[in-house]
């Protein structure tokens, strides 16, 4: 879930469910009273209804018609009156003591006095009944107790409760409710936002914890972080960044291991014919060749290393300018179809001055169009050319077929020979820098291990691939691959 969406939930959550707390209890309190059958002040403030209000003096109702029974003469003692009317208006109620048609008490505070004329006649209200009657300024719930009088006069005691009024006690009530309101958010809030915290801050420290491992160089713990939220997203982030981060480092120790073996390679590959060239000239300045046919063969041979370092030294520097991209590429729309065609025709010329087969297939559509540095893909092919003829068998004549094809976005060149071919082990290994293919079979053969690292290297910044199969004495297939040009492009 969303961060947003959480918080909103939990927003709802915390102004909603102390309020739904808050009205159940009110609702069991109420109930509570049907079961009872006595309310407190404070469920009558809240109820009020006519039911309510009258069951609230029922006490003192009971009592009056214990004294109508047993003392009525206590309706006329103006004490009793007043005591009893005491009583009464803790609950918000008077007494109204009638004899005859004439009031002779009336406890009504100001503005509450009933109209006499509409108080009911003797006996009107039996078995608990209660009238609604109008006050001076509101209604009133009025219960009645008649009592008989001993010279035959009916007497009436009126307990009258004013029904808009405040039950005394309502205002502690009302803090007694917004106490509990404020309680119940409280918990409620405490609870929700414990919940919204517990779950952020997990993701929080997991993300803390990862960011210390990355600081302190330890990239291999993955930091696991499921979800859709903002934080689960930024703990993927963070994990792919961790991920990245750990193949940069392990691309640069490959690198720099690399980087070792090809400086040890290169001091071998510098310091073998110099030995040869220091051995052959010490043993001219020593006289140790005596005789002219002697010294020929030592200048000889010290040309020959000489010429070795310099082509070593040539092609490392050749290679170094590429990859420093000292020489800059010029790239240009070209016909892949009429490109190849006319490569393969020189190709054909110069292979069979070397009494070698050259056979050429070409099923690009003829405007096929890609783009390339022409002069650079030359240096591709003729490079492939020229280590076919290295490689070449003594007891076989080579023969070379090139074939370019469509595959799709792509157009692919193979350049397959009948040649030496690369054992199984070292065929991932021809285009690294320096690499030479079973050397000791080599021997003999001119090179410095530099050719296919360049290749790949120039098929790669033109955004291609070159691959190499091969079979030891049969013969290897080179394979490269270059993007066509799509008709959006708009180069
Ligand atoms: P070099 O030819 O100068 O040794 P390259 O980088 O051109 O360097 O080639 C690397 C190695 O790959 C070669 O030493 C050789 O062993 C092997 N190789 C390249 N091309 C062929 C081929 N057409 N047939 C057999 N082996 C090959």
């Known amino acids: 879930m969303k961060l947003r969406t959480r918080l909103i939930l939990s927003f709802i959550l915390i102004v909603l469910l102390p309020m739904g707390l808050a009205m159940t209890a009110f609702i069991v309190v ?26 609230y003096t029922d006490d003192d109702v009971r009592l009056l018609e214990e004294w109508a029974r047993t003392f009525p003469e206590n309706f006329l003692d103006s004490d009793i009156q007043k005591q009893s009317n005491e009583k009464l208006a803790e609950k918000n109620s008077y007494l109204v003591v009638r004899v005859g048609t004439k009031i002779v008490y009336d406890g009504a505070a100001k503005g509450m006095h009933p109209d006499y004329d509409s108080l009911p006649m003797y006996g009107k209200l039996v078995n608990g009944d209660v009238l609604i009657i109008k006050l001076q300024t509101e209604s009133g719930i009025l219960k009645e107790i008649d009592f008989g009088k001993e010279d035959g006069k009916r007497g009436q005691a009126f307990v009258i409760t004013p029904a808009g009024s405040v039950v005394p006690g309502g205002e502690k009530i009302w803090l007694y409710y917004v106490l509990w309101l404020v309680v119940i958010m409280l918990i409620t809030g405490v609870v929700i936002s414990l919940v919204l915290y517990r779950s952020i801050i997990r993701k929080v420290r997991l993300m803390q914890a990862a960011t210390d491992d990355i600081r302190q160089g330890n990239l291999e713990n993955r930091i696991e972080a499921k979800g859709s939220d903002e934080l ?57 060749a005596s005789d002219p046919e002697k010294l020929r063969k030592y200048v000889s041979t010290i040309h020959s290393k000489a010429v070795d370092m310099n082509e070593l030294l040539n092609e490392l520097s050749e290679f170094s300018k590429l990859d420093l991209h000292e020489i800059p590429y010029h790239f240009e729309k070209i016909n892949a179809s009429e490109y190849f065609d006319e490569f393969a025709e020189v190709t054909e010329d110069e292979l069979s001055s070397d009494n070698a087969d050259f ?34 068998r003594d007891d ?24 030496k071919g690369i054992s199984s082990e070292d065929v991932p290994h021809v285009f690294e820098r320096l690499f030479r293919a079973d050397k000791a079979r080599n021997t003999g053969i001119r090179g410095s291990g530099i050719g ?32 066509k040009v799509s008709p959006d492009d708009n180069t």
Do not use: C
């Not at 073996?261 to 040869?276: A, G, V």
């Open 30 to 55: 109420n109930h509570s009273k049907a079961n009872s059958g006595k309310m407190s002040p404070g469920q009558l403030y809240f109820s009020n209804t006519v039911d309510d209000l009258a069951s």
């Open 452 to 483: 296919l690292s360049i290749v790949k290297k120039i098929i790669e910044d033109h955004g291609g691939q070159i691959w190499v199969t091969s079979r030891l004495n049969e013969g290897s297939t080179f394979y490269f691959v270059l993007k």
């Open 359 to 392: 056979s050429y297939k070409n099923t690009l559509d003829a405007d096929t169009e890609i783009i390339a540095d022409p002069a650079q893909i030359k240096r591709v092919l003729h490079n492939l050319i020229s280590n076919a003829l290295k490689y070449s």
């Open 396 to 419: 076989a004549k080579l023969s070379v077929k090139f074939r370019v094809k469509d595959i799709g976005n792509f157009i692919q060149a193979e350049m397959e020979d009948n040649g």
């Open 232 to 288: 689960s997203e930024l703990a993927q982030s963070l994990e792919r960044m961790r991920a990245r981060l750990l193949s940069d480092a392990t691309q640069k120790v490959a690198d720099e291991d690399s980087n070792r073996k090809f400086l040890s390679s290169i001091t071998h590959d510098l310091k073998t014919p110099l030995t040869s060239i220091i051995g052959y000239s010490e043993g001219i300045l020593d006289g140790i």
